[in-house]
T-cell receptor
């Protein structure tokens, strides 16, 4: 079955770079996603990457995709305290009607 | 656009009572998803609809849970009777399924506490 795994917790200092890692199982996923959840709020799409790309950059965010190892990472440059949140990666499920399979989420804590 | 709208935002009820959660998806989106989030189990997909038709309800915990989508702009998730273990945050999400991409837009969630 589909499974998406993430480390549970990451702590960084303000101004440092953060790297959140994710492994997934479904090699047929066309897109892979990163969502952010702030306290008391729903999930918000941060960025996504098409499976035929190795890298995608969007301002402070860099997504790296290693299809061979089924490894996805999200790098946040110059991390700010406002980046403190839970970050979820997600792959597309392999059912006929596509749905997302979310990871467990990584709680990022940014200290001043 | 107002985004996905959920109501109520908070619900406190007693065990055995019926609970109804409501969702209005983003206009024009044709897929709708109900999720449950708890500390222990993380984010779980309960059911999703495509063009108002339930496609996969394998995540619905048991018969006490039911979901409907009578039209493209409204969906409900009902729990009857509710139990303390149903306490969680319930999210509704909708998706336009543009170019095969499953970007989902989440509502703010309903925080349910069953005493």
């Amino acid at each position: 079955g589909e499974d998406v795994e993430q480390s549970l917790f990451l702590s960084v200092r303000e101004g440092d770079s953060s790297v959140i890692n994710c492994t997934y199982t479904d090699s047929s996923s066309t897109y892979l996603y990163w969502y952010k959840q702030e306290p008391g709020a729903g999930l918000q799409l941060l960025t996504y990457i098409f499976s035929n790309m190795d890298m995608k950059q969007d301002q402070r965010l860099t997504v790296l995709l290693n299809k061979k190892d089924k490894h996805l990472s999200l790098r946040i440059a110059d991390t700010q305290t406002g980046d403190s949140a839970i970050y979820f990666c997600a792959e597309e499920g392999n059912t006929g009607f596509q749905k997302l399979v979310f990871g467990t989420g990584t709680r990022l804590l940014v200290s001043p | 656009d107002a985004g996905v709208i959920q109501s109520p935002r908070h619900e406190v009820t007693e065990m055995g009572q019926e609970v109804t959660l409501r969702c209005k998806p983003i206009s024009g989106h044709n897929s709708l998803f109900w999720y449950r989030q708890t500390m222990m189990r993380g984010l779980e997909l309960l059911i999703y609809f495509n063009n108002n038709v339930p496609i996969d309800d394998s995540g619905m915990p048991e018969d006490r849970f039911s979901a409907k989508m009578p039209n493209a702009s409204f969906s409900t998730l009902k729990i009857q009777p509710s139990e303390p273990r149903d306490s969680a945050v319930y999210f509704c999400a909708s998706s336009p399924r543009v170019l095969g991409q499953e970007t989902q837009y989440f509502g703010p969630g309903t925080r349910l506490l069953v005493l």
